[in-house]
Each structure stands twice: as C-alpha cells, then as structure tokens.
C-alpha cells in the first residue's frame, strides 16, 4: 500500500487544487500584430461529461483493480456585458478491489462558483469565488486507503478527493502584443478552510497556494499556432489543529504547445514538465518543519500528440497517444518516503457529433499500459487499464 497519509498527518491528506489559469493561457489573436484578447468563452452554455477509468495491477504478490465513474457539469453564463458566472460540481465513485470491495467512495464532491469580469478591451480579467464543501470530508479509514491509491502519481483519476473545506480564491489577468506574438500572465491566491477530515475529530486546513503564470502565442491564423507557459506555485504550511505539519515545495510547471492546421484536420502537439521543490516535514522533535534532506518529488515528463479530422459536415474524428515518464525520488529504496520511476503510455481515438447550430455530443475511448518500479510499502507494479469518456455541450 502507498501510505502517503501518516496518523500524525505529517503529509498533506489532500491537495488543494489551484484554480484554472486558462485566461492567460488560452489567448486569442486577432488578425494584425497590435490585437490581443482573453478569451472569456463564447456565451452561455452547460458541458457535462462521463468518464468511467479502470486499472489493474499486477506484481509478485497484487492482483487488484482501481477504478471510478466520474460526472462534472459545468454551466456557465453570461450576466451582463463583459460578466461571466460560472459554476462547477460533480459527483464520482471510487474502489479498490483489494481494499474493501464494495467500500467505495460515492457521492457529490465540492462545488465550485466563479465570477469573470474583463475590462480594457479584455486585455484584463479579474475573476473570483468560492468552493462550497459539498462532497464528504470526513473520511473513515478505508476511504484514506483508497485515497492512496487514486493520489498515485503513475495513475490519472479525475476525481482524487470527494471534499475538502470552505475555500475562496481570486485571480488577475492580462494579455498584450508583443509584435506578432501575444504575451499573457496572471497571478492567483487560493485560500483553503479549516475541516474535518478524520472521524476523532481533528481538523485541518490545506495551506494557502499563490500562482503565477507567464504565457506567449502566436497565431498563424488557418495554418497553426505555437504557445509556451509557464506556472510557478508556492504554498504556505498545512496545519492540524492549528500547528503546522507540513508544505508542499515549490512546483514549476512549463508547457509548449504546437498545432498544425490542414483543410480538414489539425495535428496538436504537447510538451510538458512538472518540477517539483523539497517538501517541509516535521522535524525528529514534531515541533517544527524542515526542509527535507532528499526530494520526495520526482520529476514529471508528458508527451502528448493527437490528430483530428472531418468525416462528413457534422462528424469529425480524433486519435492521440501520450506518455508520463516519472523519475524516482531522491531517497533511497530502503527509506519510507521511497519511490520508484514509472512510465506511463496511452493510446485513444474517438468521434464528435455536431447536433445543429447550438449542442455538440462526443464519445470516445482510452487504452493505458505501464509499470511503477515500487515504493518502500508497495512492490513493482505491471499497470494497464482503460478509460471511456462522453461528453456533452449546449451553447445559448
């Protein structure tokens, strides 16, 4: 079993996600070198999606299985000129055959509402909300369990936690021209609640996450695109019952992404690492955080490449392979806080259906395969699984 959550909770039980930075990331440019504008969706419109994500795990003495349905809708709507409200929720459902089949995780998970207003000719957003802890929070000991797994850095369940506490966070943006290209960048603060995650009572509260994003474009109209960004995030400590016992070490994330366009397709093109910085635990003393001497973080490496292409008027096809590629922390085999390298590859295809002007329906499918070289509580894993998706979006 990968135990990454200790009974004196020296490790974070949950990651506060950060809060999308796709304004600045995601930038329109306009015909000529002087326009730039972040793009702020295209209207009201509801997205649903259905995922159901299934692996298996085979080593020397595991033969298990891990999977999940997963259900977000997503609605977002235009208030006014240059206003946005949107507002996400799902719901999921989790086991591990191994663990306590028929125990899983089922229910809503949290609900997150943001406010969207661009100014300056939307070269400027200002963005802000809350998530309502919707989803369970108190978790019995088989739930932690199965958490462990789903928080597995070689897998890729979209669900990883039902709930966690109150949370706010607000965002600023920008995008300018900068000659042919378009420069973008933004900054984030996340603010997590204070909740109750055990069942004897003791509360925690995720530190707090600050983001900041820098991203470049350009656009060659109907030919292609090429962008790069870059996120850094810094997180303040975690604290149990008011006392800190842990933070997460600095995350540097880059990302360049490359699109050729034909008369009938595109060919998208992604190259991502993630590095992540030493983490703070308890000292031999439980008093206070320090520093680690060894980086439980590995590096993360992603590739990923797809093709598209219409198939009639209204049906268009797509096909992608990727690949993660984890390296092995920095700490030794024999020491608890060991794991292993990991490579992780996928190969997937699927069709969408245009319904009229205003809905699009698409479904599509996954086929993963990998191994993990083990940790210090859990062997060398052979890994394979598949994953099915739907999706649906109405636009008004």
């Not at 983001?211 to 149990?240: E, F, H």
């Amino acid at each position: 079993m990968i135990d990454r959550i200790s009974s004196v909770l020296c490790r974070r039980l949950v990651s506060a996600a950060p809060i999308s930075l796709a304004w600045t990331l995601c930038l329109l440019v306009l015909p000529g070198p002087a326009s730039a504008q972040i793009v702020q969706g295209a209207g009201s419109a509801v997205s649903q999606r259905a995922v159901y994500l299934s692996w298996d795990m085979a080593g020397d003495t595991t033969d298990a299985s891990v999977f999940q349905w997963f259900v977000p809708v997503i609605v977002r709507a235009g208030l006014a000129d240059n206003w946005e409200l949107s507002m996400a929720t799902s719901a999921a459902g989790s086991e591990v055959t191994w663990i306590a089949e028929g125990e899983g995780i089922t229910g809503a998970n949290d609900t997150r509402i943001q406010l969207s207003h661009s100014l300056s000719d939307d070269q400027v957003l200002l963005s802000g909300g809350v998530s309502i802890p919707t989803g369970e929070t108190e978790l019995s000991e088989t739930h932690q369990q199965i958490i462990n797994w789903l928080t597995a850095d070689f897998f890729n369940f979209p669900s990883k936690y039902p709930g966690e506490g109150f949370a706010a966070f607000g965002e600023a943006a920008f995008a300018t021209p900068a000659g042919e290209w378009v420069l973008g960048g933004a900054g984030a603060v996340h603010y997590a609640g204070e909740y109750t995650p055990f069942a004897d009572g003791r509360t925690y509260q995720p530190g707090m996450r600050l983001i900041g994003s820098l991203g470049i474009q350009r656009d060659w109209l109907k030919q292609g695109a090429l962008s790069a960004d870059l996120v850094l995030t810094v997180s303040t400590d975690d604290k149990a019952e008011g006392v800190p016992v842990f933070a997460d070490g600095m995350q540097v994330d880059a990302k360049v992404t490359g699109r050729k366009m034909f008369r009938s397709g595109a060919i998208d093109a992604v190259v991502r690492v993630i590095l992540r910085g030493k983490n703070k635990l308890l000292g031999n003393n439980n008093a206070d955080l320090v520093r680690e001497a060894a980086n439980t973080n590995g590096s993360d490496i992603r590739l990923f490449l797809s093709g598209s292409r219409k198939l009639g008027r209204v049906l268009s096809g797509w096909a992608s392979v990727e690949t993660k590629i984890l390296a092995a922390n920095d700490y030794a085999p024999d020491e608890v806080l060991y794991e292993g390298a990991a490579q992780i590859m996928g190969f997937g295809a699927g069709l969408d259906y245009r319904l009229g002007e205003r809905a699009q329906i698409g479904a599509g499918g996954k086929i993963w395969t990998g191994s993990t070289d083990g940790g210090y509580t859990y062997e060398a894993l052979d890994l394979s699984g598949y994953e099915l998706t739907q999706r649906l979006t109405v636009t008004f």
